[in-house]
């Protein structure tokens, strides 16, 4: 027996790297990852919420950050996931938080390495946020050596993760 199935209504979005998206519309939100974060955040009575996929931690700690957009530092997406979620009259802790991400993929050779752990800072970056606004984190996979491909479904809160290893 064959059953036709309806067609899929779920509009699919790529997150670029310093992209970011709040909707209350039910679209499945993909982006791949090396030592850039992705928070997914989802409220399941409204079926709303947001994922983002930022580079660097804080635009303040970084010189000639002015050129870069809104998306790509962590302290200007919580500005935003704030702002959204104040504008639809909910709490922070009404929302399920993921993170994703903070792989370490890049491995400088020994005279060009640094003291800086980019990967490391985007994870503790997000962490400490979410846990100061008040944010319930859900799940976490970050770390280890490998890249990721995140895909957020709105419209359920489910975020499946796909793995691929450095060389």
Same mark, same amino acid.
């Given at each position: 027996?064959?059953?036709?199935?309806?067609?899929? #209504?779920? +509009?699919?979005?790529?997150?670029?790297?310093?992209?970011?998206?709040?909707?209350?519309?039910? %679209?499945?939100?993909?982006?791949?990852? &090396?030592?850039? /974060?992705?928070?997914?955040?989802? @409220?399941?009575?409204?079926?709303?919420?947001?994922?983002?996929?930022?580079?660097?931690?804080?635009?303040?700690?970084? @010189? !000639?950050? $002015? +050129?870069?957009?809104?998306?790509?530092? *962590?302290?200007?997406?919580?500005?935003?996931?704030? $702002?959204?979620?104040?504008?639809? #009259? =909910?709490?922070?802790?009404?929302?399920?938080?993921?993170?994703?991400?903070?792989?370490? /993929?890049?491995? =400088?050779?020994?005279? @060009?390495?640094?003291? =800086?752990? /980019?990967?490391?800072?985007?994870?503790?970056?997000? !962490? $400490?946020?979410? !846990?100061?606004?008040?944010?319930?984190?859900?799940? $976490?996979?970050?770390? *280890? #050596?490998?890249? +990721?491909?995140? %895909?957020?479904?709105?419209?359920? &809160?489910? %975020?499946?993760?796909?793995? *691929?290893?450095?060389?």
């Amino acid at each position: 027996m064959t059953v036709a199935l309806p067609p899929c #209504r779920t +509009r699919k979005l790529l997150l670029n790297p310093g992209e970011l998206l709040f909707s209350h519309e039910p %679209v499945q939100m993909h982006t791949l990852l &090396g030592s850039c /974060v992705a928070i997914t955040l989802w @409220h399941p009575r409204r079926k709303l919420g947001g994922m983002c996929h930022y580079l660097l931690p804080d635009r303040q700690s970084f @010189h !000639r950050s $002015e +050129r870069h957009p809104h998306g790509y530092f *962590g302290s200007d997406v919580f500005h935003f996931f704030l $702002e959204h979620i104040t504008k639809a #009259r =909910l709490l922070p802790n009404e929302f399920e938080a993921k993170i994703f991400g903070g792989g370490n /993929v890049v491995m =400088l050779p020994e005279p @060009h390495k640094s003291n =800086l752990n /980019v990967a490391e800072a985007n994870i503790l970056f997000a !962490r $400490e946020q979410l !846990r100061e606004a008040g944010f319930k984190v859900k799940a $976490e996979d970050v770390g *280890g #050596r490998r890249y +990721r491909q995140v %895909v957020f479904e709105m419209e359920c &809160g489910s %975020v499946w993760v796909k793995y *691929g290893h450095c060389s």
